[in-house]
Nanobody, 123 residues
Framework: QVQLVESGGRLVQAGDSLSVSCSAS????????LGWFRQAPGKHREFVAA???????NYADSVKGRFTISRDNDKKTISLLMKNLNPEDTAVYYC?????????????????WGQGTQVTVSS
């Protein structure tokens, strides 16, 4: 029903900024809560940020103040602006959507997922 495709991941150096994006199709985009999750090597998938259908924001403590999630309902895109990156931010970043409006942090509440985009931060 909903298809999500991430893009923008690349190799950067510590302290750099990077924006990753996600393009959506299908469904009723403006009614969905949207999120970003990441999975580092040897780790489980963790919450990064989410934005509700009414633009309420939810950030993981590890990225609060550095990352900014946004959505464009006209373009049906989700973006994550990452600033002051450090090596512990290295991961595959996934965008996700849920048909409900609330920006929950729990990954199991999101039904739709992209394929991920690799972000690597070197020291």
């Amino acid at each position: 029903q909903v298809q999500l495709v991430e893009s923008g991941g690349r190799l950067v150096q510590a302290g750099d900024s990077l924006s990753v994006s996600c393009s959506a199709s299908g469904g009723t985009f403006s009614a969905y809560a949207l999120g970003w999750f990441r999975q580092a090597p040897g780790k489980h998938r963790e919450f990064v940020a989410a934005i509700s259908a009414t633009y309420n924001l939810n950030y993981a403590d590890s990225v609060k103040g550095r990352f900014t999630i946004s959505r464009d309902n006209d373009k049906k895109t989700i973006s994550l602006l990452m600033k002051n990156l450090n090596p512990e931010d290295t991961a595959v970043y996934y965008c996700a959507a849920r048909t409900g409006m609330v920006a929950y942090a729990q990954s199991n509440l999101y039904a739709y997922w992209g394929q991920g985009t690799q972000v690597t931060v070197s020291s």
